[in-house]
Antibody, heavy 125, light 107 residues
Framework: EVQLVESGGALVQPGGSLRLSCSASGFTFSSYAIYWVRQAPGKGLEYVSRISSNGDSTNYADSFKGRFTISRDNSKNTVYLQMSSLRDEDTAVYYC??????????????????WGQGTLVTVSS | DIQMTQSPSSLSASVGDTVTITCRASQGISNYLAWFQQKPGKAPKSLIYAASSLQSGVPSKFSGSGSGTDFTLTISSLQPEDFATYYCQQYNRHPLTFGGGTKVEIK
């Protein structure tokens, strides 16, 4: 059974930093890209970042470039999202999501089959 | 960025009804379109990819169609468990973008 478990969400002050983790199981982790998608309270879904199966390629939505860093450790089946210079508007549930496409067919398929349960990040003074 | 516009933003329907949700892209995206279902307080669930292909385990009551800029999600024979918010997502071009969502409520 595919499982994605996020952790690390917390209450943090504006300007602060936080690292989220996504621990995966139930599939060959090193063969799939992983994404972060977030959802502000009462709002829709927003793409944040993605990382290729071997970590060589990363991409970010413009709102997060220079503030967020995605990385992965395939020996630990874990993806990380390092967030810095946090703002009130970064308050959201952050989901870790698995790509549908095996890396043999390209770095990114672009869409998702499995989602984690999410971890809540609250930015407030 | 490619803008995704869903309509309606909400709809009311009865158990047993068939409903259709529309998603329009601001430019052509071929068939790089996915649909997700989200229930209150839960993570989204993937329903459809490549505009019309069902994810594993998704019942055939869900169907998708379209190509280019206009897409639809149809849910037949609505059941209580289908009342949720539905999102489309394009993956033709980075950054990935989502529609604003359509909330399907019980009439």
């Amino acid at each position: 059974e595919v499982q994605l478990v996020e952790s690390g969400g917390a209450l943090v002050q504006p300007g602060g930093s936080l690292r989220l983790s996504c621990s995966a199981s139930g599939f060959t982790f090193s063969s799939y890209a992983i994404y972060w998608v977030r959802q502000a309270p009462g709002k829709g879904l927003e793409y944040v970042s993605r990382i290729s199966s071997n970590g060589d390629s990363t991409n970010y939505a413009d709102s997060f470039k220079g503030r967020f860093t995605i990385s992965r450790d395939n020996s630990k089946n874990t993806v990380y999202l390092q967030m810095s210079s946090l703002r009130d508007e970064d308050t959201a549930v952050y989901y870790c999501v698995k790509d549908t496409q095996h890396s043999a067919y390209g770095a990114y398929g672009g869409t998702f089959d499995f989602w984690g349960q999410g971890t809540l990040v609250t930015v407030s003074s | 960025d490619i803008q995704m516009t869903q309509s309606p933003s909400s709809l009311s329907a009865s158990v047993g009804d068939t409903v259709t949700i529309t998603c329009r892209a601001s430019q052509g995206i071929s068939n790089y379109l996915a649909w997700f279902q989200q229930k209150p307080g839960k993570a989204p669930k993937s329903l459809i990819y490549a505009a019309s292909s069902l994810q594993s385990g998704v019942p055939s009551k869900f169907s998708g169609s379209g190509s280019g800029t206009d897409f639809t999600l149809t849910i037949s024979s609505l059941q209580p468990e289908d009342f949720a918010t539905y999102y489309c997502q394009q993956y033709n071009r980075h950054p990935l973008t989502f529609g604003g969502g359509t909330k399907v409520e019980i009439k």
